[in-house]
């Protein structure tokens, strides 16, 4: 029951963030759209990585046939959409701190299709990265050879674990650090330096601005901490497991994918939490009125947005 309900969180949580960010065209900023990009992968992880790897966590002894090879197949998927989700969240990283520290440039140069481009950039690298990773470490001749179905997990070499954990983790890691505490320096000295009772009306627009860039940094920066403790554990278990074969490191290792894997779960209550507009697009599309009030909702997510 516990299973089945984080999945069913993560693929109802995720699809409504699709829903509301894709139909209401007021969600359509380059913000939104690297949530939405974020969201799809968590989308992808709970809809064809968590059946499957909790099948096999509850019960690994289920004979399911030709079954569990499709199984291993899948659930190598989430090396990627967790690749995705990564450097989506450094993308949300680097988002932010042109809005912050260039707002007016970031609203003429920042535009949804220069978004779209570099979210396709990133999913169509992070799929040669992976398929590389799959198939350039001597599974690919392993597969020829075992052509009958009998081991389909995928193996890693110690030089490829890594390097994958610094291309995954350590580069995508400190970019977003080094980020962050630029970023609440810039909110820091717009803090100190910019007092909205002492500013004339003709500024009053500014400091709303710069108020709710902060409010979104802020906002954001709790994705990306819950993000990182949730990927912490299972790359620090990854290469302990590949230098140090014991036990008590694979069990390790088995939860940490779990946490890895709830980590898809947790995105969208957090949305739920701090986004007004997705509170308000949730409810529009519980109650079916998704495209009756779509005209009536354009000045309510306009403040929002």
Known sequence: MCVAAVIF?????NLLVIISICHFKQLHTPTNF?????AMADFLVGATVMPFYFIELVDPYWCIGGLNCIMKSVSSFLTYATCVSIYSVVLIAVDRLFAISNPFLYSTKMTVKLTMRVISIVWL???????????????????MRNTQCVDCSI??????????????????????????LKIFAIAKKHANNITCARKQQSDSKKCNAMASERKAAKTLSIIVAVFLLCLLPYFISVVLYVYFSKPSVYLSLVHSVSILHINSAINPIIYALFYSWFQKSVKLILTLRIC??????????????
Do not use: H
């Open 9 to 13: 969180v993560t693929v109802s949580g």
């Open 34 to 38: 690297i949530l939405l990009s974020l």
């Open 125 to 143: 690298c992070a799929l040669v990265y992976n398929t590389m990773l799959r198939y350039c470490n001597g599974n690919l001749n392993y597969m």
């Open 155 to 180: 193996s890693l070499s110690q030089e490829w674990v890594t390097a994958d954990f610094f291309v995954i983790f350590v580069v995508p890691l400190t970019t977003i650090i080094l980020i962050y």
């Open 292 to 305: 009756a009030t779509e005209s009536s909702l354009m000045n309510v997510l306009a403040k929002e947005t």
